[in-house]
């Protein structure tokens, strides 16, 4: 693949990219739950396209960078993750617990639903 023909294809990626992540209900959401980077990698078979790096930037919304190798993107999202000013550890502690919270109490819910229709009703 000519670097032209890839250069047309990833602008084509990065297009269809956009326009899935700005219909993501949670998108408007991101910044103030402290993503500004978001990475996604893209192959055409077996060639390596390269990884898409959307970077907010409040002067030009979402910046579109492309990576050519995937040892720098590992290296960066590494350094995001280390250095980023959400503690990550404690946010998924936070969403597992409340996960498991609400998974147990749609259980009971089903529970004390079924008893309900289980135990029939005692006669004076």
Not at 10 to 37: C, H, T, W
Not at 61 to 70: G, M, S, V, Y
């Amino acid at each position: 693949m000519t670097k032209e023909e890839k250069d047309k294809l990833r602008y084509k990626l990065e297009i269809q990219y956009r326009f899935k992540l700005y219909s993501d209900p949670a998108f408007p959401y991101f910044q103030s739950m402290g993503v500004q980077n978001i990475f996604q990698g893209f192959r055409n078979g077996d060639e390596y396209l390269g990884h898409l790096e959307m970077r907010w930037r409040k002067e030009t919304f979402w910046e579109a960078i492309w990576h050519d190798e995937e040892a720098t993107v590992i290296e960066k999202a590494k350094d995001l993750y280390e250095n980023s000013i959400v503690d990550w550890d404690k946010v998924m502690t936070i969403f597992q617990e409340t996960f498991v919270k609400s998974k147990l109490k749609q259980l009971k819910k089903q529970i004390e639903e079924k008893m309900e229709e289980e135990i029939p009703e005692l006669l004076n």
